[in-house]
């Protein structure tokens, strides 16, 4: 037990950070000095990455007797890392019968800074051979799940996001224009599901919506891909199919009809 605190004492300041949660969140409400006891780390240290951390929100402290507690951006965090977790043991089970009913390829991907990330895959009876590859990236303003999760976001923040998108052609369909990819989430609110008209790469297109999670926030977005000339001929179909199920595993995952 000697060791540990020698071994703390000597990390650096993320390691401290994590040390420091791990206790603070192991004994509820504890003052700043009995962390600095209890871990082996000097109170000048201890006093600055407890500041740092209640800057940020990982940490708070009682008005009254000064002791720190976890704060609001781990519950945050924790709620975010559930619905995660929960993603992934509810869309699989839905994926491979969309696929089989669609004959095409569905994805589910999640945001990653201005990218949507692939990560699970499912092929249908005509699917060709998928161009994304599970952890593939796609730019987000060029494809139809990057459109979804931009259009369900809150509007100040799906503003923030578009401001701050650098928007690069990728085919000669891409949006590139701030003011018509607002348009275009406008179109993807109102009816739920967004459109790769041959945005993204040649020759493919695909329909996707939104995953929402218990506080309202996307998590995730779904899509039905395949060649542009079965995609786009039966967006009618698909769009409305991949809305319906996307909500269905919002639902699933505790996000209320009418709940932002």
Request: proline share 7%; hydrophobic share 40%.
């Amino acid at each position: 037990m000697a060791e540990a605190p020698r071994q703390l004492d000597g990390l650096g300041t993320l390691e401290r950070g994590l040390a420091i949660l791990e206790h603070v969140g192991a004994n509820g409400e504890v003052s700043t000095n009995a962390v600095a006891r209890a871990l082996g780390l000097s109170r000048s240290a201890t006093y600055r990455t407890v500041n740092t951390l209640k800057a940020l929100g990982y940490l708070e402290s009682d008005p009254a007797t000064a002791k720190v507690r976890l704060g609001v951006r781990l519950v945050d965090l924790g709620v975010k890392a559930l619905s995660s977790a929960d993603l992934f043991r509810v869309a699989p089970p839905v994926m491979g019968p969309l696929a089989l009913r669609t004959r095409e390829t569905v994805y589910l991907a999640i945001p990653d800074e201005d990218s949507m990330l692939f990560v699970a895959r499912e092929q249908g009876p005509s699917a060709v051979a998928p161009s994304a590859g599970l952890g593939g990236r796609r730019p987000m303003h060029s494809t139809g799940l990057g459109k979804a999760w931009l259009a369900a976001l809150p509007g100040d923040e799906a503003e923030h996001r578009i401001k701050r998108l650098t928007l690069h052609p990728r085919t000669p369909n891409t949006i590139v224009d701030p003011d018509e990819l607002r348009t275009e989430l406008d179109r993807v609110r109102r009816r739920g599901w967004a459109v790769d008209t041959i945005e993204n790469e040649p020759d493919v297109a695909c329909v996707a919506a939104a995953i929402k999670d218990r506080t309202g926030e996307p998590v995730a977005a779904m899509s039905i891909a395949g060649p542009s000339g079965r995609v786009l001929l039966r967006t009618d179909e698909l769009g409305p199919l991949v809305r319906d199920t996307a909500a269905a595993l919002s639902r699933r995952l505790g996000h209320l009809p009418g709940n932002a």
